[in-house]
Structures are given as structure tokens and as C-alpha cells.
């Protein structure tokens, strides 16, 4: 079945610093992409669409300037959190889709849980 | 647009029993329904979805949901449950657009 990889599972970075968090389709090409936050005991909120080869599309109240996506392939999406902060702190998880059309078969990520500190 | 609204935030439960976890939705367009599990500090697992055809969707572990039109709703069972189905369970639909809205979740705790 379709597999979603995301890296790191952890992260603990220093406020000011930067961290990047990867998501890749292990066995099958991901044309759209998700990155999704979590806060403790609440569902996900969706930050932003990528889509390979083109620009995210983020959703309101989203800076595009500090979560930056880059979608360069059709099997990696990376998120990178600019000059981090504490409030930064949270659960973020990636979906890929393969096709819109078809049994929209949408594959997650375990997670990455980034603490900054 | 669509909304997805899981009635019930935690539900306890003793390990065998049944339970229930109820979803129900509202769209102006036929939705897609999913049933998503996801264990501490983990991603999001597919349980079932309904796209089309038979009501009722058998998934994994054992999990069942009945599509009910009538009353928008997508309700999740199953007839007896383990401790290791502790755990938190998201409903979401998919409607007139590829992507999905989620409930806010529902915490099923199984007491031994």
C-alpha cells in the first residue's frame, strides 16, 4: 500500500534556528501534498497545499515566510520553520494523495514533534 | 462547503464492550466519508472511508461505520473492543473539493 515517510519523528531545536521536516511517498509519485498542525487534544489544521513544481497554497493565518514548503519532486515535500519559536511547538504531520480522482487515497505521515526551546 | 462534527469528545469504555463513535456531517454536495485512527504521537491511520455503494464499510481492526444519508451521519462500531484500541479517532469528509475537513476528534479510552 501507499507509504508516507516523515522526517525527523523528534526535533528539538533553540529559538532563532531553523528546522526542516521532510515528507516523501516511498511507492508512488504524490502529486499534491499536505502539511497539517496539531495542538495537544485538537484536530488538525491545515497549513498549506503543495503541489510538485509549484507553489503552496496556504490557508488563511498561515505566514508563508516562516513555514516555508517546498515541493520540488513528485515523491518529496519538505516544511521548513523559520527563526523558531516556542509557539512554534507543536505536532506536524504531512498527507499525500496520489490522484484527486481516484479513491482519494490520502496516506500520512507518523508525525514529526518539534519542541523548541 | 462541508462540516464534520464528531458529537462526543472522550468515550469511555470497558475492554469487550461495544462502542460507538458518532460522526455526522453536513454538505450541499455527496461527501466521501473516512474514518482516520491515530495513536500518540503518530500519524494518522486509515480505518475505513465510504466513496460509494454499500452502506455499511468494514475496515481494519475489526471497525465498521454505516453511511446514513437520511441523517448525514457515518457512525464508527465496533462489537467488542480491546485495550489497544485506546486511542484518538477523527471523521472527515471530502465534498466538492480534494480536500478532506476533519472532526475535532474523539478520544476512545478502554478501561481494563
Known amino acids: 500500500g501507499a507509504v508516507v515517510s516523515q522526517h525527523p519523528s523528534r526535533v528539538i531545536c533553540k529559538s532563532g534556528t531553523s528546522v526542516k521536516i521532510e515528507c516523501r511517498s516511498l511507492d508512488f509519485q504524490a502529486t499534491t501534498m499536505f502539511w497539517y498542525r496539531q495542538f495537544p487534544k485538537q484536530s488538525l489544521m491545515l497549513m498549506a497545499t503543495?503541489?510538485?513544481?509549484?507553489?503552496?497554497?496556504?490557508e488563511q493565518g498561515v505566514e508563508k515566510d516562516k513555514f516555508l514548503i517546498n515541493h520540488a519532486s513528485l515523491t518529496l515535500s519538505t516544511l521548513t520553520v523559520t527563526s523558531a519559536h516556542p509557539e512554534d511547538s507543536s505536532f506536524y504531520i504531512c498527507s499525500a494523495i496520489m490522484d484527486r480522482t481516484t479513491n482519494y487515497g490520502y496516506t500520512f505521515g507518523s508525525g514529526t514533534r518539534l519542541t523548541v526551546v | 462547503a462541508q462540516s464534520v462534527t464528531q458529537l462526543d469528545s472522550q468515550v469511555p469504555v470497558f475492554e469487550e464492550a461495544p462502542v460507538e463513535l458518532r460522526c455526522n456531517y453536513s454538505s450541499s454536495v455527496s461527501v466521501y466519508l473516512f474514518w482516520y485512527v491515530q495513536y500518540p504521537n503518530q500519524g494518522l491511520q486509515l480505518l475505513l472511508k465510504y466513496l460509494s455503494g454499500s452502506t455499511l464499510v468494514k475496515g481494519i481492526n475489526g471497525f465498521e461505520a454505516e453511511f446514513n444519508k437520511s441523517q448525514t451521519s457515518f457512525h464508527l462500531r465496533k462489537p467488542s473492543v480491546h485495550i489497544s484500541d485506546t486511542a484518538e479517532y477523527f471523521c472527515?469528509?471530502?465534498?466538492?473539493?480534494?480536500?478532506?475537513?476533519f472532526g475535532r476528534g474523539t478520544s476512545l479510552i478502554v478501561h481494563p
Open positions: 503543495s503541489n510538485e513544481g509549484s507553489k503552496a497554497t496556504y
Open positions: 472527515a469528509a471530502l465534498g466538492g473539493s480534494y480536500i478532506p475537513t
